[in-house]
């Protein structure tokens, strides 16, 4: 025995520990001290649970011991601590001996420290519980198939998508979450993905989208990822899968409202455009559109009715003539009390007679088979202008709170559209109006000024040069003189009518830049002389061939001539030059004047405006009309000043196509004055 002894002592594996009936050690070999920390000599005739003090780890041990004696299996593996207080995991196997009466002599156990094993196994199982706690709260569906296309794997993220329970679908065949119409294509996918090289991909590169089927039978948009796994020889498919709809409905909604932007601003004729949003309804919204306009009396006049299906087209047209009474009916009555947005979900046969404006609409609305509709106020700054009535006929689409949201922002911008144009056609109607008047004034007032300067230039005629005559002739200069201004200002209101209208009429020809310029010079030396100011010339040389009204330039030479004449001070000077520009002449009249303020810039070439309202020296319409002129001509004028040094206006002249001739500047050398 004691031979045995010696030699289990410095045994270092397995671990051996021999106990007497009453759970004293009796041996502890080398194998032990260097795991559990105590020496042989320190738990020599003590009993297990004494120097391991701790009283669950003692009762654990006092219950080994009693199951041993008792002739009874002990657990296979058991948690021993070491004297440092760390834990192990020790496989334990015994036996007991027995005195020939039966009764218990000694215990032999033999123990192998599993430690690593079990550290290794308890890491294993917290990450798988890890993954599962991450896979079961993913919003994503997360479905792994084996090789036969059974789903093995189904999270709460899937339950949420597709509607099953996770003790519905596993088991079953993926096709279940597949519309029909792809099932095959994707098995067909899925081989070819299992016997390539690729481990993971995105679905849906062999088609623009991919969709899942929900367990109430409604597909949805989605995107998705695969990978393959190989794990105990089998393949294992994992799929990650997002639910797009809504993402899929706001992409929808922009393309829908980028459309209908170009549509509004396409046309200004409210009846073209609400067509065109009918028709883009009945794309991305609808089954059929129907719209309503509120007529200025407050009648309401139905304009168009469009359906996606050309095969109700007649269906469609009947609907247009049905008369309209904003009394009758729940829905027309609703919308014009409440001006507010009718949602109804789901139509019914109650719902179809309540909006019914008589027994033959009622047929035709039954004839249409809503399943739902929208009823949008079209509201412009507060006032009703129409209502849009957007209808499902599919039993899968019932419209929601978000469709609503659409319709509401269809509603609105088909409203400003109807108010704008319905403003454009009153502002077109009163241009019509006043260039009418125009004409019938100009026309009036011309007679009489006309036969007032006759009468005038008779009396200078008539009245002899004496001294009594004198104040007649001076009287009938300044008549002659103010009828001239009046003559002006009324081509000049009828020049703006026809720039507003349909633009000015032009005598084209080629012309020399020279000779503009000359002719210009020729009107205002006269002029320039009696103000006190220089008139100079500077022109570049050999200056291409013009196509220009020859008149109508004289005229904007005109206008910015007088008003550098009216405002240079005596003593400064005027200076016309042209210059060529790529394919273009740039003219420019430039005085020494006191210059416009940065801020007034922009508002030069507007109608009626003056630097200053109180200045009664023009009616405000030369630059305006210099500007309508210049552009008829397909050119551009524009205005640089510094205050304090004078300001130039230019503007420019296309050269005349495949027609260039050198000349010299031609414009009379003038001497100062």
């Known amino acids: 025995m004691m031979d045995f002894d010696v030699r289990l002592l410095e045994m270092r594996e397995p671990l051996v520990v021999v106990l007497d009936r009453e759970g004293r050690v009796l041996l502890w070999n080398r194998a032990c001290s260097e795991l559990l920390g105590y020496d042989f000599e320190e738990v020599r005739g003590r009993k297990v649970g004494e120097f391991n003090p701790a009283s669950d780890r003692a009762e654990s041990a006092r219950r080994l011991l009693t199951q041993l004696l008792e002739g009874k299996s002990p657990p296979q593996e058991s948690v021993v601590f070491t004297k440092a207080g760390e834990r192990r995991w020790i496989a334990w196997s015994a036996q007991v001996s027995r005195r020939p009466d039966g009764t218990p002599e000694f215990v032999y156990l033999v123990g192998v420290d599993r430690t690593g094993a079990k550290l290794v196994e ?9 993954f599962a706690g991450i896979v079961s709260i993913a919003l994503d569906a997360v479905i792994s198939v084996d090789e036969e296309q059974h789903i093995v794997i189904y999270n709460e993220g899937a339950e949420s998508i597709f509607g099953w329970r996770s003790d519905e679908i596993l088991g079953r065949p993926l096709d279940i979450l597949l519309p029909e119409r792809f099932r095959e294509i994707h098995r067909q996918h899925m081989r070819e993905f299992a016997a390539g090289p690729v481990k993971a991909r995105y679905m849906g590169e062999h088609r623009p989208a991919i969709f899942g089927l929900r367990k109430s039978g409604q597909e949805f948009p989605a995107e998705a990822a695969i990978s393959k796994l190989k794990v105990g020889g089998k393949v294992l498919f994992n799929v990650v899968l997002r639910d797009i709809t809504e993402r899929a409905r706001v992409e929808r909604d922009q393309r829908f409202l980028v459309e209908v932007g170009s549509v509004l601003a396409a046309t200004l004729d409210y009846q073209e455009v609400l067509t065109r949003i009918a028709q883009l309804a009945v794309l991305f919204l609808a089954d059929a559109c129907i719209i309503d306009i509120v007529e200025e009396g407050g009648q309401l006049h139905r304009l168009r009715v469009v359906h996606r299906e050309p095969a109700r087209v007649q269906l469609a047209a009947a609907l247009e003539q049905v008369p309209l009474d904003r009394n009758r009916g729940s829905l027309y009555c609703q919308i014009f009390e409440t001006k507010q947005p009718i949602l109804v979900s789901d139509v019914s046969a109650e719902v179809l007679q309540s909006i019914a404006q008589g027994p033959e609409h009622l047929e035709l609305l039954r004839q249409l ?27 899968r689409r019932h419209y929601d709170p978000e469709d609503l ?29 006043r260039d009418e008047v125009l004409s019938i004034v100009a026309h009036d007032l011309r007679n009489p000024l006309q036969a007032v300067g006759l009468a005038a230039a008779a009396l200078r005629r008539n009245v002899p040069q004496d001294d009594p005559g004198r104040t007649v002739h001076k009287a009938a200069e300044t008549i002659e003189r103010h009828i001239h201004q009046a003559n002006r200002l009324i081509e000049d209101l009828l020049d703006v009518a026809r720039i507003e209208k349909q633009g000015l009429h032009l005598e084209r020809e080629c012309v020399a830049p020279g000779e503009l310029v000359a002719g210009a010079v020729q009107l205002f030396t006269a002029a320039a002389s009696a103000a006190s100011l220089e008139l100079r010339t500077e022109l570049a040389e050999a200056l291409p061939l013009v196509m220009a009204d020859r008149g109508r330039i004289l005229q904007v030479f005109s206008n910015l001539l007088g008003n550098a004449v009216k405002f240079t001070p005596p003593g400064g000077h005027i200076r016309i030059g042209a210059e060529r520009r790529d394919s273009e002449v740039c003219f420019s009249v430039s005085d020494t004047g006191k210059g416009i303020a940065p801020m007034h810039l922009s508002r030069l070439f507007d109608r009626f405006w003056q630097e200053r309202p109180t200045d009664r020296r023009g009616a405000g319409l030369g630059l305006y009309i210099a500007k309508g002129i210049v552009e008829a001509h397909g050119g551009r004028i524009w205005a640089e000043s510094t205050l304090g040094r004078g300001t130039t206006f230019f503007f420019t002249l296309p050269v005349a196509p495949g027609i260039e001739r050198n000349e010299k500047a031609s414009a009379p050398k003038l001497a100062p004055r």
Not at 122 to 129: M, N, Q
Not at 369 to 395: C, N, Y
């Open 122 to 130: 308890e890491a294993l199982r917290e990450s798988e519980a890890k």
């Open 369 to 395: 088979h809503p399943t739902s509709f929208m009823g949008l106020p079209l509201l412009a700054h507060g006032h009703l202008v129409g209502v849009l009535l957007v209808v499902s006929t599919d039993s």
């Open 405 to 433: 949201r659409l319709g509401e922002e269809l509603a609105r911008r088909a409203a400003l559209a109807v108010d704008n144009a319905r403003l454009y056609r009153a502002a077109q109607q009163a241009v019509a109006a």
